[in-house]
């Protein structure tokens, strides 16, 4: 088993007023963590994270031609669901976890589906994932699917962009010639933030750790995290477990000293981790966090939970390229060629 480790907390009205600003460099910082967990979040929250966590088992538990009208291929299965698509670090096809993706420029413009850009700018194939509209369940399948998913998607993105606001005002005074509101920009008015609501499976046998979700970083500015909802798919698969009856399941993060160390997210709080690109923009001061994430492996029991990666319009730089650069080799080395 890995070690555990309590992140640095600070609650939304802490952030709202820049009390917790003193906090950044010990949440982000070269000797930290590389992620902030926030707590007092809106009332509604809770029963939010509730309904669309449990609405990914109901996702993957629907039949096999309704999961493939909700595949989008053209996008790279970077929109809708996506399920034995993407590689595991073996090379393997990932079999193991469900992923439905949500583009959020709806956050910018509750009319959009998809990212708007320059397409001409830009080969086609390496903005399909952005540009995709959502593939959303018809009513009658997974009845306010759509809406819940749009709601908890907006509170996590209104809460990371008052963390950027934050790290803006520490990067503001001490990093020469930084751009003030950089990051807060690059939050609020994104329209190619991506969500990832993950249904890992219950397992079928013993599964090493880095079959679930192998050690990486992510090249997003922030990544949002709600905790992680454990069902008993075998004996009661309506209720939330308590907790995870294997100790060992969860995020993972390997500390600036090269510990394995395993992070725990309150219910009732949402988690912060570092990314690539703020690494970039914050020239090294906030550095990525390397994680991976291990599923249960208790018979019966699955693991479901949302990220939401707060990254750059495809048009915003990132150090010397913009974002649509930056990204293109990412995504690319995860994906497996149709």
Same mark, same amino acid.
């Given at each position: 088993?890995?070690?555990?480790?309590?992140?640095?907390?600070?609650?939304?009205?802490?952030?709202?007023?820049?009390?917790?600003?003193?906090?950044?460099?010990?949440?982000?910082?070269?000797?930290?963590?590389?992620?902030?967990?926030?707590?007092?979040?809106?009332?509604?929250?809770?029963?939010?994270?509730?309904?669309?966590?449990?609405?990914?088992?109901?996702?993957?538990?629907? $039949?096999?031609?309704?999961?493939?009208?909700?595949?989008?291929?053209?996008?790279?299965?970077?929109?809708?669901?996506?399920?034995?698509?993407?590689?595991?670090?073996?090379?393997?096809?990932?079999?193991?976890?469900?992923?439905?993706?949500?583009?959020?420029?709806?956050?910018?413009?509750?009319?959009?589906?998809?990212?708007?850009?320059?397409?001409?700018?830009?080969?086609?194939?390496?903005?399909?994932?952005?540009?995709?509209?959502?593939?959303?369940?018809?009513?009658?399948?997974?009845?306010?699917?759509?809406?819940?998913?749009?709601?908890?998607?907006?509170?996590?993105?209104?809460?990371?962009?008052?963390?950027?606001?934050?790290?803006?005002?520490?990067?503001?005074?001490?990093?020469?010639?930084?751009?003030?509101?950089?990051?807060?920009?690059?939050?609020?008015?994104?329209?190619?933030?991506?969500?990832?609501?993950?249904?890992?499976?219950?397992?079928?046998?013993?599964?090493?750790?880095?079959?679930?979700?192998?050690?990486?970083?992510?090249?997003?500015?922030?990544?949002?995290?709600?905790?992680?909802?454990?069902?008993?798919?075998?004996?009661?698969?309506?209720?939330?477990?308590?907790?995870?009856?294997?100790?060992?399941?969860?995020?993972?993060?390997?500390?600036?000293?090269?510990?394995?160390?395993?992070?725990?997210? $309150?219910?009732?709080?949402?988690?912060?981790?570092?990314?690539?690109?703020?690494?970039?923009?914050?020239?090294?001061?906030?550095?990525?966090?390397?994680?991976?994430?291990?599923?249960?492996?208790?018979?019966?029991?699955?693991?479901?939970?949302?990220?939401?990666?707060?990254?750059?319009?495809?048009?915003?730089?990132?150090?010397?390229?913009?974002?649509?650069?930056?990204?293109?080799?990412?995504?690319?080395?995860?994906?497996?060629?149709?």
């Amino acid at each position: 088993m890995t070690a555990s480790s309590d992140p640095i907390t600070v609650s939304l009205d802490d952030l709202k007023s820049g009390a917790a600003d003193k906090y950044l460099a010990d949440a982000f910082g070269p000797n930290s963590l590389g992620i902030l967990v926030v707590k007092g979040l809106p009332a509604k929250y809770a029963e939010l994270r509730s309904q669309v966590l449990s609405y990914s088992s109901k996702l993957a538990a629907l $039949p096999a031609s309704e999961l493939a009208r909700l595949e989008c291929a053209e996008s790279n299965y970077l929109v809708g669901w996506s399920c034995g698509k993407e590689k595991l670090l073996d090379g393997k096809p990932d079999t193991l976890k469900g992923s439905y993706y949500v583009n959020c420029s709806f956050y910018v413009d509750p009319e959009l589906e998809g990212a708007v850009v320059d397409q001409g700018k830009y080969a086609v194939d390496d903005i399909r994932g952005y540009v995709a509209g959502n593939m959303w369940p018809p009513e009658d399948v997974l009845g306010g699917f759509q809406t819940c998913v749009k709601e908890l998607c907006t509170v996590v993105i209104d809460t990371a962009s008052l963390v950027a606001k934050a790290c803006d005002r520490y990067c503001l005074a001490t990093i020469k010639n930084y751009t003030p509101g950089y990051l807060e920009h690059i939050v609020s008015t994104s329209t190619t933030t991506k969500a990832r609501l993950l249904h890992y499976f219950p397992p079928t046998s013993h599964n090493g750790q880095d079959n679930w979700c192998g050690e990486h970083l992510d090249h997003s500015c922030l990544t949002g995290l709600t905790s992680a909802m454990y069902i008993d798919e075998l004996n009661n698969p309506t209720k939330e477990l308590d907790m995870s009856p294997d100790p060992d399941a969860g995020l993972h993060i390997r500390n600036r000293a090269g510990e394995i160390v395993k992070v725990a997210i $309150p219910r009732d709080c949402l988690a912060f981790q570092t990314g690539e690109a703020l690494q970039v923009v914050t020239e090294n001061q906030f550095r990525a966090v390397p994680h991976f994430v291990k599923g249960s492996n208790v018979p019966g029991v699955c693991r479901n939970t949302l990220a939401i990666f707060c990254q750059p319009s495809l048009h915003e730089m990132v150090g010397d390229v913009d974002f649509a650069t930056f990204a293109k080799n990412i995504v690319a080395s995860h994906v497996i060629e149709s």
